[in-house]
């Protein structure tokens, strides 16, 4: 697991990294040898790094960072972004007032929440292309897509706007279906719909949306991208069961959390970043690059989101802080703090239902450096995922650079996010 190898290469103790564009660009530059040290049949002798190319990488990666920080990637998307998710609330119907109403209940304005997906996946799109989106007629690209899901569309844009659509409804499918799980009360700092509908409702509505994305896939005619995407629905269950029916060992260990952090969060990045590269028409190489990209990024991703679990407030987070550990669930943060806090780990494997448990961890993990440390591995993800950006293909023009830049950026916004 990449897991190991990410922490056998420093101590889990060590300081948190600052999230300096130095830094950043140092592990950008250990990215490519931790990559290669997950790759079997490389000898030890072909990790060690050769300074010159080292101090090079380096450097680029150092002023890569620094142009990437100045991009706003949420703004560079905005007007498709918000064509998306018109199309998606406009392609909620049911001939059914209370499913209409459930289905529709995260798309709403003011709680559609960050858009990071979409937001990414049309970023993609353009730094795979040759020109702006639409060229002359770019407006019409921010326009919503009316058509009806099963009609399929034959503009390269609109395919890639139609993965964006699927990748978003499966995520907030996964939402409910989450909530109904975790008996989560708030989220994205309203009421959640299984607390304000009722579990069966919102469990219905989950599988809606799924079969609304389903119909969506379909319409893009493309054997590939279903099967990629079906994938992801089947990762979603496998990393739910995974949670669900851990057993002692289980619970204690950093690779089966990373795997089911994988299923749970990154498989969709990584497998619709590939799709939206396949309807790009990339190459092969590129289509590897956006699906490590998405991968990686959507680890990182998760790493931090379990981090602010437990140092965030429910306030600020729009959803119950401490979520994770009173649903019986060790992440990042507690199973790196177990490591040099053994204390930690009775309270593991009884899934902090003794009284007093959850308060007893949250003190041994501020106690020690699992914070810390868990922030070190979400960098290095990060950093290998802004790696694969350069691996993606040239810039064919200046947007495309401009897009490139701006899907370093968020990386970089992943790990400095505060909710």
């Known amino acids: 697991m990449i897991s190991s190898v990410l922490l056998s290469s420093r101590g889990v103790g060590g300081d948190a990294p600052t999230l300096a564009l130095h830094t950043v660009s140092a592990f950008v530059a250990r990215g490519a040898l931790l990559e290669a040290a997950w790759q079997p049949n490389v000898t030890e002798e072909q990790l060690q790094p050769d300074e010159a190319a080292a101090a090079a990488a380096a450097a680029a990666a150092g002023a890569a960072a620094a142009s990437a920080a100045a991009v706003d990637p949420f703004g560079i998307v905005v007007d498709e972004v918000q064509a998306v998710s018109e199309r998606l609330r ?62 399929p569309p034959a503009e390269p844009r609109r395919r890639a706007q139609r993965v964006a659509e699927i990748a978003e409804t499966i995520h907030v499918a996964s939402l409910l279906h989450d909530d109904v799980i975790d008996d989560a009360s708030t989220r994205r700092g309203v009421l959640s719909l299984n607390a304000s509908v009722g579990n069966k409702l919102a469990i219905l509505a989950g599988d809606f949306l799924l079969a609304r994305a389903s119909v969506t896939l379909a319409s893009l005619r493309d054997h590939e991208v279903t099967e990629l995407m079906s994938r992801v629905l089947e990762n979603l269950v496998s990393g739910e069961v995974m949670q669900m029916t851990a057993g002692e060992e289980a619970l204690g260990s950093l690779d089966h959390y990373m795997t089911k ?13 590939r799709c939206v590269a396949i309807v790009a028409g990339a190459p092969p190489a590129a289509r590897d690059a956006a699906w490590e990209y998405g991968r990686h990024l959507g680890l990182a991703f998760q790493i931090v989101d379990d981090i602010l679990d437990i140092t965030g407030s429910s306030s600020v987070l729009g959803k119950p802080a401490l979520n994770d550990m009173r649903a ?28 007093g448990d959850v308060a007893a961890a949250v003190e041994l993990v501020a106690a020690g450096s699992g914070v810390a440390a868990a922030r070190a591995l979400a960098a290095e993800h990060a950093a290998i995922a802004a790696a694969q950006v350069r691996a993606l293909q040239p810039a064919a023009c200046a947007h495309a650079q401009l897009c490139s830049e ?13 909710k």
Not at 130 to 150: E, N, Q
Not at 406 to 414: G, N, P
């Open 90 to 151: 406009h392609s909620v119907v049911s001939n059914v007032p209370a499913l209409k109403l459930a289905a529709d209940y995260y798309f709403r304005p003011g709680v559609q929440g960050k858009r990071l997906r979409p937001t990414l996946l049309l970023l993609l799109a353009s730094a795979l292309s040759g020109r702006p989106p639409g060229g002359a007629g770019a407006a019409d690209w921010a326009a919503p897509d009316l058509r009806p899901p099963h009609e």
């Open 261 to 273: 952090t994988f299923c749970k969060t990154a498989s969709l990045m990584a497998n619709s970043a």
């Open 328 to 355: 019986g669930i060790a992440t990042a943060p507690v199973l790196l703090a177990a490591r040099e806090q053994p204390a930690l780990l009775p309270l593991i494997r009884r899934k902090f239902k003794g009284a």
């Open 406 to 418: 701006a899907l370093v950026s968020i990386t970089q916004r992943v790990l400095t996010r505060s």
